[in-house]
């Protein structure tokens, strides 16, 4: 008895500090990045304006999972513009564009299956002197329990890599498009 009490005790005792701990964890996931582009904010706003386009930069591609599809459904562009993906390692999801102000913000919401969480998502874009800022934020609500929190701040490392990875294949097409037009 004296050995399952001693046992027992300290992982009681470590759930119990976790627990505490994790009630200081924030109750939403909240991930942003920030890049300049060199391109004016009319070209940046077409390819994020277009759901259609983001396979060509977001990681919902063929390069990150050869198995995904993309069905689309609304407008093409701009407000009610949707986009449902499936895949075996992006999983499965939804993509509505909610407002669109040419050519300055884009703002979404986002489902993914399995999650009864919704993603609410904007992007800002503001001409610099080299091109265009734009910023990428998103916000996810948690469940509110210890372990909701601590899932939270799982899903935000692996958020921000994405959100980093996407803006850097926006990026690159922006960079491949204006090799294109200079060539011609």
């Not at 109750?27 to 060199?38: A, G, H, P, S, T």
């Not at 077409?46 to 407008?75: C, M, Q, R």
């Not at 919401?109 to 001409?127: N, S, Y």
Request: proline letters at 6%; glycine letters at 8%; aromatic letters at 6%.
């Amino acid at each position: 008895m004296k050995l399952i009490i001693k046992l027992l005790l300290p992982v009681l005792i470590l759930l119990a500090v976790l627990c505490t701990a994790s009630m200081w964890l924030p109750n939403q996931c909240v991930v942003e990045q920030v890049v300049v582009l060199k391109a004016p904010p009319e070209e940046v706003y077409a390819f994020i304006n277009n759901p259609a386009e983001w396979p060509k930069w977001t990681i919902l591609n063929k390069k990150t999972d050869p198995s995904v599809i993309h069905l689309y459904a609304g407008p093409m562009q701009g407000k009610g513009a949707r986009m449902q993906w499936s895949g075996d390692k992006v999983g499965n999801g939804q993509l509505i564009i909610t407002e669109s102000t040419n050519p300055y913000s884009i703002t979404y919401v986002q489902k993914e299956e399995g999650g009864e969480d919704t993603t609410r998502g904007e992007f800002v874009l503001q001409q610099v002197n080299r091109g265009t800022m734009v910023h990428w934020k998103q916000r996810t609500p948690l469940a509110d329990n210890p372990l909701g929190r601590v899932q939270g701040a799982i899903r935000k490392y692996k958020k921000q890599n994405e959100l980093q990875q996407s803006l850097q294949g926006l990026n690159n097409l922006i960079s491949n498009n204006s090799k294109r037009r200079a060539s011609k």
